[in-house]
C-alpha cells in the first residue's frame, strides 16, 4: 500500500463518517463568534491556498528558488484545479451550510453561484492541503509549518461555521489526491 493511500484512505473514511452523523442529527456546528484582530488573523489563515497567496508563493518561488522554476506552472494547475474541481462538485451537490435554512442537506445542481449550498467539499482545504503537499515536499524542513497553515485553513473553515466537518475532510482529502496525483510534473 503506498502512503497516499494510507493517508487517503483513512481521511475519506472519516469524511463518510462524518457525513452519516451529521445526516443522522449529530451536534458538529458550533456557532463560534470571532471579534477584533483574532477575526481579522483567522481570516488571513483562511486564505493559504488560495488565489493571491498562492499565486504570491509561485512568484516567490520563481524568484528564489531556480531549481524548481520550471515546476511552478504545474503546483499552479494542481492548487487552482483542485479549486476548480471543488466548484464543480459544489454546484452537483448543492450542500446548504450550516447556520443557514435546510442546513446540511444536498440540494442537488445548480450551476448559478449562490454561496449558501455551497459547502461540500470545501475548496479552501483543498486548496490549503494541495498547495502544502507542494511545497512540504519541496522544502521539508519547513514541512512542519506548510502542514500547520493548511490544518489551520481547514480548521478554521470549519471554526467559522463555513463547513461541516465532512466538508473540510472531503476537501483535506480532495487537495491532497490532487497534488499526489499530479506529483511527477510537480517533482515529488
Known amino acids: 500500500m503506498t502512503i497516499q493511500w494510507m493517508i487517503l484512505g483513512p481521511l475519506l473514511a472519516a469524511c ?12 458538529t456546528t458550533l456557532a463560534l463568534s470571532f471579534k477584533g484582530d483574532v477575526k481579522r488573523e483567522t481570516r488571513w489563515i483562511a486564505q493559504y491556498g488560495q488565489a493571491l497567496c498562492t499565486l504570491v508563493g509561485a512568484l516567490l518561488i520563481y524568484q528564489l528558488d531556480t531549481s524548481h522554476r520550471k515546476q511552478v506552472p504545474a503546483m499552479l494547475a494542481a492548487v487552482f484545479g483542485v479549486s476548480l474541481t471543488a466548484t464543480i462538485i459544489k454546484r452537483l451537490l448543492g450542500r446548504v451550510r450550516p447556520g443557514r435554512q435546510n442546513a446540511g442537506q444536498f440540494m442537488g445542481p ?62 483535506i482529502s480532495l487537495g491532497y489526491a490532487a497534488a499526489t496525483l499530479l506529483g511527477a510534473g510537480l517533482g515529488l
Open 110 to 171: 445548480s450551476w448559478r453561484h449562490a454561496n449558501w449550498r455551497e459547502s461540500f467539499p470545501s475548496s479552501h482545504s483543498a486548496g490549503a492541503v494541495a498547495f502544502s503537499v507542494v511545497l512540504a515536499a519541496w522544502y521539508p524542513p519547513a514541512a512542519t509549518t506548510f502542514w500547520a497553515l493548511a490544518i489551520g485553513c481547514a480548521a478554521i473553515r470549519y471554526l467559522m461555521d463555513a463547513h461541516w466537518p465532512s466538508d473540510v475532510l472531503a476537501g
Open 16 to 27: 463518510l463518517l462524518m457525513l452519516v452523523l451529521e445526516r443522522r442529527g449529530l451536534p
